[in-house]
Nanobody, 127 residues
Framework: QVQVVESGGGLVQAGGSLRLSCAASGRTFSSYGMGWFRQAPGKVREFVAYIRGDGGFKYYRDSVKGRFTISRDNAKNTVSLQMNSLEPEDTAVYYC????????????????????WGQGTQVTVSS
């Protein structure tokens, strides 16, 4: 069982930056792939970024490539999402999720691959 808790959301102007953090419980954190998803009002939840358990593989949706960076610290059981050059379209509730089986490429988009989810943190980007 893994519990994940997100933090770091808030209100920022377009062009600004935010750093989201996700703290996970459990002694086997490094064996889990970790992903970030988001859900905007009235829209379905969508994949944002993924990092493999050892940090050696990262994957992003096209619209955030070059602006967002996912990272993890297995010693601290944390995963982060650095978000730069934020746009109003990035406004959403952001969720952290843990995957026992991991994923590769487009498979990371599938939320059914993730076993544990946090409650989410709100990110609002004003224009």
């Amino acid at each position: 069982q893994v519990q994940v808790v997100e933090s770091g959301g808030g209100l920022v102007q377009a062009g600004g930056s935010l750093r989201l953090s996700c703290a996970a419980s459990g002694r086997t954190f490094s064996s889990y792939g970790m992903g970030w998803f988001r859900q905007a009002p009235g829209k379905v939840r969508e994949f944002v970024a993924y990092i493999r358990g050892d940090g050696g593989f990262k994957y992003y949706r096209d619209s955030v490539k070059g602006r967002f960076t996912i990272s993890r610290d297995n010693a601290k059981n944390t995963v982060s999402l650095q978000m730069n050059s934020l746009e109003p379209e990035d406004t959403a509730v952001y969720y952290c999720a843990a995957s026992r089986g991991g994923c590769n490429g487009l498979g990371c988009y599938s939320d059914w691959r993730y076993d544990y989810w946090g409650q989410g943190t709100q990110v609002t980007v004003s224009s």
